[in-house]
């Protein structure tokens, strides 16, 4: 078949569809949430979005059991929400094989922090795989279904930003019939009480140690020599790639694809023929630390960084004496441009009053769209930490501003998407305890930050297939929250949510706001807004107080307020900000 | 040996695009080729930037500071963010094109002047494309991507590639007409 170009993402996808996967689950994280949205094009696999990353592992990891092939996947942080069930599942083996898919973001492009998953595999004792390029993408899933039930273990894919996004040519191959086994009912392997589970224990540290001494072998790494062998690169995954390009032919590698259990027999076996040894890898020192537990001396985090992204460069600037040449740079500093609330977005209108009310607010945030409401000129939250945290975090902030004698008010925060992820928790907590705190639901029907995925509150789901929409009112009441306790508000009604707001607070104890406007970004919003926002010269008084609604549509020039026509969706909120009715609105063109 | 060209702009430009259409037509002369996007944030009117790699073998697939043969910018306050990134003896292709960000909108920071004789003096060998205006005058503003298209394939002095058909390719038919007129406008600079 011909080559073709796809980003590490499809290719995982691929290999997915050629090794036979029959059911795929994830909760959508960039760099991972095309995985999912390329299995959705291969109608033999039920794949789907699921509430979140311990729903969507304990989905595949049932399939598993059941004698199905299945994949889980999730961007780094989800890891941690699908965690639990994960190292149990290590003792449970599989039946059919179990992928389990980690994109993890060194550089931080579009997450909440840059944690190193190679140190699940290490903590759930799962064998783990990096593939370096799409090719390996491909090659590495399709073969981890074999390794999955082989070792009767779920396997961990391993990817970066970098593997996930870039696109490489690809060799794709054919789908066989995809192989089911019958389900057998096995309580001592499946049902994990202490007294299975301790013998699954000892069953798992005996595969680790079958798989360390297949990985000798394995085709999953191989040794490029240099001859003489002077210097050695031990490397992996991404960091592989740039240290080709940095080094090319120069050195010895050996590169890494089996990256859990580590084969001791052939690292000794590289670190003994080079005169020098080099570590490259980006974040943590993981295979440093293993090659120096094997008495090998190395020199790695000493040299590169271990923040960030590598690249090339970099690794070239590490290691080679300073060059003379320097980078073009400018003495005029470019403003900066960072990613902000789209025009006409419906989150603008309830993230711009609380941050106009900031003095006596303290809002905890949640993860999506309205952590671009964080820096000026909304200003509107407080916190950020992970889903769900927008509830429970709040519940805890609460408490600690009441026990200082702290007059702010606690708003905490979320979206739907996030509200089915690990907000239902959170809000049962608050009703439980007697939580004194205003909690909102930015509901705009869609998981928007990924790129609008499908969620239980969307009456589609992930193939495109009509699915009964939750109601989310009816969840909010069916938690316990009092009908007079809940407010429905268009988050772009400045009056209906500064009253919505100031009654919730005023009245102490626990209130929901659900703040429901659909994404503008949404094919079913085009020709929602009829009308398209215009400053009327005359009237405009220069105070720059629609500048503080952050819109892109809105600037100053030539000494007042003016709309770009073109990137105006008139959705009206800056005309409720101004005080002089100086914006005025008319019909599109 | 590899040629690497960083194409960068705002969120919305096309940028993407863009590099789809010059990877088919690379890969399509027998190169090997990588391209790296970052997506996720960057569709938020942020700063955006796609790469492509090719030659006889490709290994990394992205830039890193000074390794740019090509610098592309779809605006030119991009144009001065990215430079650092250009090899010293690189090309830089720009548009002269004005977007401002959200602090520059909000009245946070200004919009400074003089970015283009600032590019001319760094980058010698720059290209400036008036791209943006060339497209309103061509009746559509979007198609900004397609023209810059065109003056990138003719700085890149590649071998023969049927542009016109790939771009037709991969834009929607009823604007099809509109982008080889585009391509041709970029071509001809």
């Known amino acids: 078949m011909e080559k073709i170009l796809l980003s590490g993402d499809e290719a995982v996808a691929r290999g997915a569809w050629e090794a036979g996967c029959l059911v795929a689950a994830a909760y959508p994280g960039t760099p991972s949430t095309e995985i999912l949205e390329t299995l959705a094009g291969y109608p033999e696999i039920n794949s789907r979005w699921s509430a979140n990353e311990k729903v969507a592992l304990e989905v595949a990891g049932g399939a598993a059991l059941g004698g199905v092939r299945a994949l889980a996947a999730m961007k780094h942080v989800g890891l941690n929400v699908a965690a639990d069930p994960l190292l149990t599942l290590a003792y449970t083996g599989v039946r059919g094989g179990l992928v389990v898919v980690s994109a993890d973001d060194p550089g931080c492009h579009s997450s909440q922090n840059e944690q190193d998953n190679r140190h699940y595999a290490e903590l759930a004792k799962l064998p783990m795989l990096e593939p370096a390029d799409s090719q390996e993408c491909l090659d590495f899933t399709r073969a981890a279904f074999d390794l999955s039930e082989r070792f009767d273990a779920p396997v961990l894919l391993r990817l970066t930003t970098r593997v996930c996004h ?47 001494d297949f990985n000798n072998d394995s085709e999953f790494n191989r040794i490029e020599w240099d001859e003489p062998k002077k210097i050695g690169v031990i490397t992996s995954g991404a960091a592989y790639q740039q240290a080709r390009e940095a080094f090319g032919d120069t050195v010895s590698y050996l590169k890494l694809g089996l990256t859990y259990p580590l084969p001791g027999r052939l690292l000794a076996t590289f670190a003994r023929a080079v005169d020098r040894l080099y570590i490259i890898e980006e974040g943590d020192p993981y295979l440093e630390k293993a090659v120096r537990a094997l ?12 923040l960030g992204e590598l690249d090339a460069a970099l690794l070239r600037r590490a290691f080679r004496p300073p060059s003379p040449a320097r980078p073009l740079t400018s003495l005029i500093q470019p403003p900066p441009r960072p990613p902000v609330l789209c ?23 949640d993860i999506g769209c309205y952590s671009l409401g964080v820096q000026p000129p909304l200003e509107a939250l407080d916190a950020l930490i992970c889903m769900g945290a927008g509830f429970s975090g709040a519940i805890g902030l609460a408490l600690a501003l009441k026990a200082a004698g702290d ?3 606690v708003v905490g925060l979320l979206g739907d998407s996030t509200f089915y992820h690990s907000g239902l928790t959170g809000l049962v907590e608050a009703v439980h305890s007697q939580a004194d705190l205003c909690l909102c639901i930015l509901d705009n029907s869609t998981t928007a930050m990924t790129g609008h995925q499908a969620n239980p509150g969307t009456a589609l789901d992930l193939m495109g297939r009509p699915a009964p929409a939750l109601d989310m009112a009816a969840v909010v009441r069916g938690l316990g ?22 009654r919730s607070l005023a009245a102490g104890g626990l209130s929901v706001i659900i703040a429901r406007r659909p994404c503008v970004l949404l094919k079913e919003m085009r020709g929602a807004f009829k009308y398209r926002g215009r400053v009327a010269p005359d009237k405009c008084q220069k105070c720059r107080l629609c500048l503080k609604v952050g819109c892109l549509a809105l600037s100053f020039r030539d000494g007042r307020a003016s709309i770009d026509p073109t990137a105006c969706l008139g959705c009206g909120y800056c005309r409720s900000v101004c005080g002089f009715e100086a914006i005025e609105m008319e019909e599109a063109q | 040996m590899t040629t690497s060209i960083l194409l960068v702009g705002v969120g919305g430009q096309g940028a993407i ?47 890193g500071l000074m390794e740019a043969d090509y610098l592309v910018s779809f605006e030119k306050v991009e144009a001065l963010r990215f430079l650092p990134f250009l090899k ?54 979007k198609v900004q991507n397609i023209i810059i298209l065109g003056a990138l394939i003719r700085a890149l002095e590649l071998g023969p590639v049927d542009w016109p058909s790939l771009v037709a390719d991969y834009v929607p038919a009823k604007v099809r007409d509109l982008n080889l007129l585009a391509l041709d406008t970029g071509l001809r600079r």
Do not use: W
């Open chain 2, 17 to 63: 695009l863009t590099s789809k259409i010059l990877a088919a037509g690379l890969i399509s002369l027998g190169y090997d080729l990588k391209m790296s996007e970052i997506h996720g944030m960057s569709q938020r009117g942020g700063s955006v930037s796609t790469q492509i790699k090719f030659g006889r073998r490709v290994y990394a697939p992205n830039i």
């Open chain 1, 481 to 502: 929250v009092p009908a007079d306790r809940l407010s429905l508000v268009d988050p772009l009604d400045r009056a209906a949510v500064t009253e919505a707001l100031e």
């Open chain 1, 166 to 212: 870039s696109k490489s040519l690809v060799a794709p191959g054919a789908r066989p019939k995809p192989p089911i086994q019958a389900y057998l009912r096995d309580i001592k392997k499946y049902a994990m009480i202490p007294a299975f589970a301790r013998p699954r224990h000892a069953a798992v540290e005996a595969k680790l140690r079958q798989l360390a």
């Open chain 2, 88 to 141: 010293p003896e690189g090309r830089l292709i720009t548009d002269d094109h004005e977007i401002y960000s959200l602090p520059v909108a909000a009245g946070l920071t200004g919009y400074p002047e003089g970015v283009i004789e600032e590019l001319q003096r760094l980058a010698p060998g720059i290209l400036v494309v008036p791209a943006g205006r060339l497209a309103r005058e061509l009746g559509n503003a």
């Open chain 1, 343 to 365: 025009a006409g977005c419906p989150h603008r209108g309830i993230l711009h009053i609380l941050g106009q009310k900031k003095k006596d607010l303290a809002v905890f945030g």
């Open chain 1, 407 to 409: 007059q702010r008010k």
């Open chain 1, 295 to 306: 008495g090998f001396d190395c020199l790695g985090k000493e040299l590169i960084p271990l």
